[in-house]
């Protein structure tokens, strides 16, 4: 399994302005997952990135506003750009194994004013 | 297209007692099916996976579900839980469209009494 960090591993923000996460993986990986779970409610899949390519966006999500940064094997940002308060969720980066079981990073929990 | 079911959002039980935590899904093909656990203030954990061959799957703290095609259900079961148990659990489901896809479950709540 892979070891996955996130920062911030929280953040209160004002509406308008944007922040950026990072994932770090101890592993090289292709592909990693960004995954927006809202208040009470489950996963949704934002978008999967690829090293060396454009991410590719779920049916809602769209690239002004989470733009997904892919610089190396190990590595990805996202950021939730223009922010309101509809955007106050937890985010969370995850890799696949073997079986297309997802593992985790501990999340970064947003909440916008 | 394929959707998953947990058919309970929360479920209080007391200690050392029996629980299942329901799922159902539906899929027109092979399916790779998951449980993971979500512990306050932390990301998901994988608990154990379904991916062909025998229908009971154990996986980590004592918990194990079983997986049935004629009833499209993957229900985790544990039969004495604890204190830490209380989480929340989702169910998952892989199918391959061209690549993979996993949708996942709305959660159940699991909370344990003293």
């Known amino acids: 399994s892979a070891v996955i960090s996130q920062k911030p591993s929280r953040d209160i923000c004002q509406r308008g302005t944007s922040l950026t996460i990072q994932c770090q993986v101890d592993?090289?990986?292709?592909?990693m997952f960004w995954y927006r779970q809202q208040p009470g409610q489950s996963l949704t899949l934002i978008a999967t990135a690829n090293q060396g390519s454009e991410a590719t966006y779920e049916s809602g999500f769209v690239i002004d506003k989470f733009p997904i940064s892919r610089p190396n094997l190990t590595f990805s940002t996202l950021t939730v750009s223009n922010m309101s308060p509809e955007d106050s969720s937890i985010y969370l980066c995850s890799v696949e194994g073997q079986y297309n079981e997802q593992f985790f990073g501990p999340g970064t929990r947003l909440t916008v004013l | 297209a394929q959707s998953v079911t947990q058919l309970d959002s929360q479920v209080p039980v007391f200690e050392e007692a029996p629980v299942e935590l329901r799922c159902n899904y539906s899929?027109?093909?092979?399916?790779?099916l998951f449980w993971y656990v979500q512990y306050p203030n932390q990301g998901l954990q994988l608990l154990l996976k379904y991916l062909s061959g025998s229908t009971l799957v154990k996986g980590i703290n004592g918990f194990e579900a079983e997986f049935n095609k004629s009833q499209t259900s993957f229900h985790l079961r544990k039969p004495s839980v604890h204190i830490s148990d209380t989480a929340e659990y989702f169910c998952?489901?892989?199918?391959?469209?061209?690549?993979?896809?996993?949708?996942f479950g709305a959660g159940t709540r699991l909370f344990v009494k003293a």
């Open positions: 998952a489901v892989s199918e391959w469209t061209g690549g993979f896809k996993t949708i």
């Open positions: 899929s027109s093909v092979s399916v790779y």
């Open positions: 592993s090289q990986v292709t592909m």
